[in-house]
């Protein structure tokens, strides 16, 4: 089966630096890649996505790369801000009816004001 | 838009006591729903999945089961909580031809 691994588990920077987590996964097959921001206390909710056929996806301050040849992508946040402290999830997926993701352990962002 | 619920949102329940979560999705048809625990450490463990009306995927053998008596609701169940039961339980779906899975705000449990 799929096998995320997710770095760092804990994160912390200073408001208006940029903070980049890492993630690599080991089934060439999988094609879909989403990242969840956990707040305290709360579900996780999606922030952004990539697929395969696309190498990087931007959003305001948040954008997504992938490279599917070493099966790694990242999350970029510039100009961090101190509600963007939460737990991040990286995950992996393929295409299908029953899709099911496999999670990264999570990573503790810290910005300090 | 799609919403999805869950209840209750905190819990206390005594060791050896019966469990019931609720979960429903609204806005949608034939959702695939699944059911995970995060314990203290963050990692989201996948329990349960359903992919239609009383179909049932187990992916760790627990004390725990699941069911699916609508096409929207979602339940998980105990006949007997343990300690290590303790958690965040938090229900999601997705549709059925898509990839992403959307979230509940998660329930709260702990076993004393």
């Known amino acids: 089966g799929e096998n995320v691994e997710q770095h760092p588990s804990t994160l912390s920077v200073q408001e208006g630096d940029s903070a980049v987590i890492k993630c690599t996964y080991s089934?060439?097959?999988?094609?879909?890649f989403p990242w969840y921001k956990q707040e305290l206390g709360k579900g996780p909710q999606l922030i952004i996505d990539?697929?395969?056929?696309?190498g990087e996806k931007k959003d305001q301050r948040i954008a997504v790369t992938l490279n599917k040849t070493a099966k790694h992508f990242s999350l970029h946040i510039t100009e961090t801000q101190p509600e963007d402290s939460a737990v991040y999830f990286c995950?992996?997926?393929?295409?299908?009816?029953?899709?099911?993701?496999?999670f990264g352990r999570g990573t503790s962002l810290i910005v300090h004001p | 838009s799609q919403t999805i619920h869950q209840w209750p949102a905190t819990l206390v329940q005594p060791v050896g006591s019966p469990l019931s979560l609720e979960c429903t999705v609204e806005?949608?048809?034939?959702?695939?729903l699944y059911w995970y625990r995060q314990a203290a450490g963050r990692g989201l463990q996948l329990l349960f999945y359903?992919?239609?009306?009383?179909?049932i995927s187990s992916e760790v053998p627990q004390n725990l089961s699941a069911s699916r008596p609508q096409d929207r609701q979602f339940i998980l169940s105990s006949k007997k909580l343990l300690l290590s039961d303790s958690g965040f339980y938090l229900c999601?779906?997705?549709?059925?031809?898509?990839?992403?899975?959307?979230f509940g705000p998660g329930t709260r449990l702990l076993v004393l």
């Open positions: 359903s992919v239609g009306i009383g179909q």
């Open positions: 806005g949608t048809s034939n959702p695939n």
């Open positions: 995950a992996a997926a393929g295409l299908g009816g029953s899709y099911i993701p496999t």
């Open positions: 990539i697929r395969s056929n696309v």
């Open positions: 089934d060439s097959a999988s094609n879909y």
């Open positions: 999601a779906w997705s549709g059925g031809l898509q990839e992403t899975q959307y």
